[in-house]
């Protein structure tokens, strides 16, 4: 695969440089020049698979990175049936709850988010890439608005010659979230901004785009900008689709959305062949997707906090990554120009919608939900069901397709939220309830790069 940046200014570069660098240098981002189309019987061979021996996200997601990067930097199908075993140790279910509606559970990871998909087999490409390491410690840099750090902080905690530094907005994520990447390994450093997500990405931005910073800590991403996360993410579109009853028409997706990443890995996955009838952004407060697709314009805002937070995004990165994928070959316009705007969306609306629910909203949801199927739901998996039901509207009949809805979190990593709504207590899994008795490590970093480059230089000499 190769892969061109959003911003046109950097050459192309193979998988290994998009993993490794993390951002092109021009700023943008890294998406792959064409999408290798799934040859024929390669989704029914996964399907009759998983009839004969039951779903195994192992698999799933060795045929589907092999497919995608098998080959590249020397990466054969055995390295990434490793990569596969070492990330992906927990199930992927589609479970039915009601006749046509289904929740893809993405939760099971050692972090109760799908982030845990992402960061986990993005963590083991890179060790399968270095073979030979050469000695130097790396530093992943990720911001986050509540789950990537987690689930980052987990994948890499005991890789050898790997650093990681989290930033995340302070006072906006939640204990449980917290307490992932501010009790993890040594090797883990947890910086509390004074600011938003957004000003985290920002910051996070400011700091890859400053050459020698980089080259002084091996700065490598791990946002959900980086591709070796994004590209893991179709394993488990693939797996969840395999799973459905095997006359089932194509199905409807709806995506609990923020930064757009996980959406973006659904559309890619459709551009590749994916059985698709539609697909669904769900979106909380923080509604730029949906203006654009109501108006054509796309004005990124300042993020407002909700109960979904790790959706709270007012500048959702991955879009450029949806533009570029929607638009015209050979256009040459800049992405963002208005007109090509106008145009891209024409094309993205024939199988995207989004929709924006509040706070009242979700919690009415996810009250509904108990009382209805006795499921608890956790807030952003309650936004995609209000996005699911609300495009589906009146339509029950049997033409109606079947809906995936993408179940991105474990109701207990948000059990402040859930808890006071079901009057009832959450356990915590296992793993996670001993944390809350470890002592955090954290420090707090003014909203500036100076501030940033100061933390980065000490932690550089632990
Ligand atoms: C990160 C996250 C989202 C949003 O995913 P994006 O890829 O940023 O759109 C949704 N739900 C949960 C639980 C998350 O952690």
């Not at 029914?44 to 009839?51: A, F, H, M, P, S």
């Not at 199908?77 to 039915?96: D, G, K, Q, Y």
């Not at 591709?227 to 459905?244: D, E, F, K, S, T």
């Not at 930064?259 to 973006?264: A, D, K, P, V």
């Given at each position: 695969?190769?892969?061109?940046?959003?911003?046109?200014q950097?050459?192309?570069?193979?998988?290994?440089?998009?993993?490794l660098?993390?951002?092109?240098?021009?700023?943008?981002?890294?998406?792959?020049?064409?999408?290798?189309?799934?040859p024929?019987?390669f989704?029914?061979?996964?399907?009759?698979?998983?009839?004969?021996?039951?779903?195994?996200p192992?698999?799933?997601?060795?045929?589907?990175?092999?497919?995608?990067?098998?080959?590249?930097?020397g990466i054969?199908?055995?390295?990434?049936?490793?990569?596969?075993?070492?990330?992906?140790?927990?199930?992927?279910?589609?479970?039915?709850i009601?006749?046509s509606?289904?929740?893809?559970?993405?939760?099971?990871?050692?972090?109760?988010a799908f982030?845990?998909?992402?960061?986990?087999?993005?963590?083991?490409?890179?060790?399968?890439?270095?073979a030979?390491?050469?000695?130097?410690?790396?530093?992943?840099?990720?911001?986050?608005?509540?789950?990537?750090?987690?689930?980052?902080?987990?994948?890499?905690?005991?890789?050898?010659?790997?650093?990681?530094?989290?930033?995340?907005?302070?006072?906006?994520?939640?204990?449980?979230?917290?307490?992932?990447?501010?009790?993890?390994?040594?090797?883990?450093?947890?910086?509390?901004?004074?600011?938003?997500?957004?000003?985290?990405?920002?910051?996070?931005?400011?700091?890859?785009?400053?050459?020698?910073?980089?080259?002084?800590?091996?700065?490598?991403s791990?946002?959900?900008?980086n591709?070796?996360?994004?590209?893991?993410?179709?394993?488990?579109?693939?797996?969840?689709?395999?799973?459905?009853p095997?006359?089932?028409?194509?199905?409807?997706?709806?995506?609990?959305?923020?930064?757009?990443?996980?959406?973006?890995a659904?559309l890619?996955?459709?551009?590749?062949?994916?059985?698709?009838?539609?697909f669904?952004?769900?979106?909380?407060?923080?509604?730029?997707?949906?203006?654009?697709?109501?108006?054509?314009?796309?004005?990124?805002?300042?993020?407002?906090?909700?109960?979904s937070?790790?959706?709270?995004?007012?500048?959702?990165?991955?879009?450029?990554?949806?533009?570029?994928?929607?638009?015209?070959?050979?256009?040459?316009?800049?992405?963002?120009?208005?007109?090509?705007?106008?145009?891209?969306?024409?094309?993205?609306?024939?199988?995207?919608?989004?929709?924006?629910?509040?706070?009242?909203?979700?919690?009415?949801?996810?009250?509904?939900?108990?009382?209805?199927?006795?499921?608890?739901?956790?807030?952003?998996?309650?936004?995609?069901?209000?996005?699911?039901?609300?495009a589906?509207?009146?339509?029950?009949?049997?033409?109606?397709?079947?809906?995936?809805?993408?179940?991105?979190?474990?109701?207990?990593?948000?059990?402040?939220?859930?808890?006071?709504?079901?009057?009832?207590?959450?356990?915590?899994?296992?793993?996670?309830?001993?944390?809350?008795?470890?002592?955090?490590?954290?420090?707090?970093?003014?909203?500036?790069?100076?501030?940033?480059?100061?933390?980065?230089?000490d932690?550089?000499?632990?």
């Open positions: 695969m190769i892969f061109r940046s959003t911003a046109e950097s050459p192309s570069v193979d998988f290994a440089t998009a993993l660098t993390g951002v092109p240098p021009d700023g943008g981002l890294y998406h792959p020049e064409s999408l290798p189309p799934f024929s019987g989704l029914e061979e996964i399907q009759v698979g998983i009839r004969r021996h039951g779903p195994d192992v698999r799933t997601g060795t045929l589907v990175l092999n497919h995608l990067i098998g080959g590249e930097g054969s199908l055995t390295a990434l049936e490793r990569v596969s075993r070492e990330a992906l140790t927990f199930p992927l279910p589609l479970t039915r009601s006749p509606t289904f929740l893809l559970e993405l939760f099971h990871g050692p972090t109760l982030k845990d998909v992402g960061a986990r087999v993005m963590a083991h490409l890179l060790a399968a890439l270095e030979e390491p050469d000695g130097r410690i790396r530093t992943i840099l990720t911001a986050t608005s509540g789950d990537t750090g987690g689930a980052v902080a987990s994948a890499f905690e005991h890789v050898p010659g790997t650093r990681v530094v989290v930033l995340f907005p302070r006072g906006r994520v939640s204990r449980e979230q917290r307490i992932q990447f501010t009790t993890a390994g040594p090797n883990v450093h947890a910086l509390a901004v004074d600011g938003s997500f957004d000003d985290c990405q920002r910051l996070a931005r400011e700091a890859f785009a400053d050459t020698a910073l980089r080259r002084r800590h091996g700065l490598t791990a946002n959900s900008i591709v070796g996360r994004l590209l893991p993410q179709l394993i488990y579109y693939v797996h969840g689709w395999a799973q459905l095997l006359d089932a028409p194509p199905p409807s997706y709806a995506v609990p959305s923020g930064n757009l990443g996980n959406l973006t659904g890619m996955a459709r551009a590749m062949g994916l059985p698709a009838h539609d669904i952004a769900a979106t909380n407060a923080n509604r730029v997707l949906v203006d654009f697709l109501d108006t054509g314009r796309f004005s990124p805002q300042p993020s407002r906090p909700t109960l937070s790790a959706m709270d995004v007012g500048d959702p990165s991955n879009l450029r990554r949806i533009l570029a994928l929607y638009s015209a070959p050979g256009d040459n316009r800049p992405l963002l120009d208005p007109a090509r705007l106008q145009d891209t969306r024409r094309h993205l609306s024939r199988h995207l919608s989004a929709s924006s629910w509040s706070d009242e909203e979700t919690e009415a949801c996810i009250r509904r939900t108990k009382a209805d199927t006795g499921r608890l739901v956790d807030p952003h998996t309650a936004v995609g069901m209000l996005a699911l039901q609300a589906r509207g009146t339509n029950t009949g049997q033409s109606r397709p079947p809906g995936i809805i993408l179940a991105t979190a474990h109701p207990a990593k948000f059990r402040a939220t859930v808890e006071p709504l079901i009057h009832d207590s959450l356990p915590l899994p296992a793993s996670l309830e001993e944390r809350l008795h470890e002592p955090e490590r954290t420090r707090t970093l003014e909203s500036t790069l100076p501030a940033l480059v100061r933390a980065l230089d932690v550089g000499t632990k």
